[in-house]
């Protein structure tokens, strides 16, 4: 049985880690009412881009004959080559929320594997990385520093580099993938197709009614820039939703092992007094005993 002297010791450990959990909670709160605001923000700015796409893509259209024949919305029903570009932390002590988009990745790449198509990945996270490497599969890209602290023109280049490699035909297909923000206690792993552009996700099938009125010959050229955008600020609004859903996860991990370490200091402090109360009953029966043998 582990001495007083023990259990005291082991009281105290564990209060410290208690004070510690309790302090990265109220950071990753703190964090993740910052980061929530700013997805907010993007979110409705992301809106309206996604909504300006659609109504010029639209307009080309129905204005073409063949319909939009830019390579940004060519797809290929049996792609050869994939490109999956995915996000984690760079920290850990955030419960599961690395291993759900690593768990969708890799159930991702044993799909298309099963048609014949090879799967290039793109890692933007210490974690991901670490993983990958760990079980010996190859990266094209290792983006560290990217996913703790999004910046648009450090995401921006890297997926212009990603979108480049489509242009020239060099991969077919981009998905995202990364765990996103629900609420507080809630995080969903959302995958999304950057390039082809989904028809569908845009509602290009759908009639027109829109009273915007562009130039016949700037179309092409403010569709493209449009499609640039579109695709910068898609990899840069995951980021930030990533973000404010590993501080949530994070911050729910913490106060799990903040009540977890409260149980554990209650446990511990009922043993101490079990064997504080043990050693005080043994002292008195000896101290008894000593006196009885003295008669």
Do not use: W
């Not at 049985?1 to 410290?16: E, F, G, H, P, Y």
């Not at 845009?202 to 499609?227: A, H, I, M, Q």
């Amino acid at each position: 049985m582990a001495s007083l002297k023990d259990i005291k010791r082991k009281i105290k450990s564990v209060k410290n880690t208690e004070k510690t959990t309790r302090a990265m909670k109220l950071v990753s709160s703190a964090k993740l009412k910052r980061t929530e605001e700013l997805a907010k923000k993007s979110k409705v700015y992301a809106a309206k881009l996604t909504e300006l796409l659609n109504e010029i893509a639209r307009k080309m259209a129905g204005e073409n004959a063949n319909g939009l024949d830019l390579p940004y919305f060519s797809e290929v029903k049996n792609p050869k080559i994939v490109d999956i570009v995915f996000i984690t932390a760079d920290k850990g002590l955030c419960g599961g929320f690395n291993a759900q988009t690593i768990k969708r990745v890799n159930a991702l790449r044993k799909e298309f594997a099963a048609k014949g198509t090879e799967v290039r990945l793109r890692a933007v996270g210490r974690k991901g990385i670490d993983y990958f490497r760990f079980n010996g599969v190859a990266l094209s890209n290792e983006v560290l520093g990217l996913s703790s602290s999004p910046d648009f023109e450090k995401s921006s280049e890297l997926i212009g580099q990603i979108a480049q490699d489509y242009i020239d035909g060099n991969t077919e297909k981009i998905i995202l993938v990364h765990n996103g923000y629900v609420n507080m206690i809630t995080q969903e792993v959302r995958q999304s197709q950057v390039l082809p552009i989904d028809h569908s996700a845009l509602g290009l099938d759908n009639v027109s009614t829109s009273e915007l009125e562009v130039e016949p010959d700037e179309d092409n050229t403010l569709l493209e820039g449009l499609v640039k955008r579109y695709v910068e600020y898609t990899m840069y609004y995951a980021l930030i939703d990533s973000l404010a859903a590993e501080h949530s996860a994070r911050m729910q991990a913490m106060d799990s092992a903040t009540n977890n370490a409260k149980e554990m200091v209650k446990s511990l402090s009922i043993k101490y007094n079990r064997a504080r109360q043990e050693a005080i009953t043994t002292e008195l029966i000896e101290i008894i005993s000593g006196m009885e043998s003295m008669k």
